[in-house]
């Protein structure tokens, strides 16, 4: 099983800052990757596949770069509807297909 | 729009059962593979179970083996999720999700959930 870890576990920010989170594989995932937004009460939203390729309809500032076992997903210039948790996720090594524990981005 | 309803949640004993439904409209069902994926209170993403779009492949997580089967009706635009001899563990809120192939392809939609609670 891939198991893949992400940090910080909570990355406090300011509005307008950049974020910067990471999610490590335990072995290569080649760039079968996806990262997910949850915000409170809701269902996760994709944002970012295949480690770099934004999801239609997600703004520029979301870029997600890495290949291999290290991705890093950055938001340039956090705004208020930003302030989620953030999963990132393998598709390349399954059964099962696993998740990050999640990075929680809260208001600095 | 693409839409993923779930249905059937509930509060449940444990050793007993439960069927969710995941109705799907927006898009043409039978050329998509559908998972479960399930979030336990303030916790983290956990997969549970995939079918490929024509229900030929179907995939387990250790956890849910023997326990839980995995099914659709492209008819009926539907996907289901039996859980039979549930425990307290597998309280959580259940997603479908779908994919464009099971194999080589990411989630890229999820329906809204559904709150399964196993307590006596």
């Known amino acids: 099983e891939v198991v893949m870890t992400q940090s910080p576990a909570t990355l406090s920010v300011s509005p307008g800052e950049r974020a910067t989170l990471s999610c490590r594989a335990s072995?290569?995932?080649?760039?079968?990757l996806a990262w997910y937004q949850q915000r409170p009460g809701q269902a996760p939203r994709l944002l970012i596949f295949a480690a770099s390729t934004r999801a239609t309809g997600i703004p520029a500032r979301f870029s997600g770069s890495g290949s291999g076992t290290e991705f890093t997903l950055t938001i340039s210039s956090l705004q208020s509807e930003d302030f989620a948790v953030y999963y990132c996720?393998?598709?390349?090594?399954?059964?099962?297909?696993?998740f990050g524990q999640g990075t929680k981005v809260e208001i600095k | 729009q693409v839409q993923l309803v779930e249905s059937g949640g509930g509060v449940v004993q444990p050793g007993r059962s439960l069927r969710l439904s995941c109705v799907a409209s927006?898009?043409?069902?039978?050329?998509?593979?559908l998972h479960w994926v399930r979030q336990a209170p303030g916790k983290g993403l956990d997969w549970v179970a995939v079918m490929s779009f024509d229900g030929t492949h179907k995939y387990y997580a250790d956890s849910v083996k023997g326990r839980f089967t995995i099914s659709r009706d492209n008819s009926k635009n539907t996907l289901y999720l039996q859980m039979n001899g549930l425990r307290a563990e597998d309280t959580a809120v259940y997603y479908c999700?779908?994919?464009?192939?099971?194999?080589?392809?990411?989630?890229?939609?999820w329906g809204q959930g559904s709150l399964v609670t196993v307590s006596s």
């Open positions: 072995q290569s995932v080649a760039s079968q």
């Open positions: 996720q393998q598709y390349n090594n399954w059964p099962p297909w696993t």
């Open positions: 927006g898009f043409t069902f039978s050329d998509y593979g």
């Open positions: 999700a779908r994919t464009l192939s099971v194999t080589t392809s990411h989630i890229d939609w």
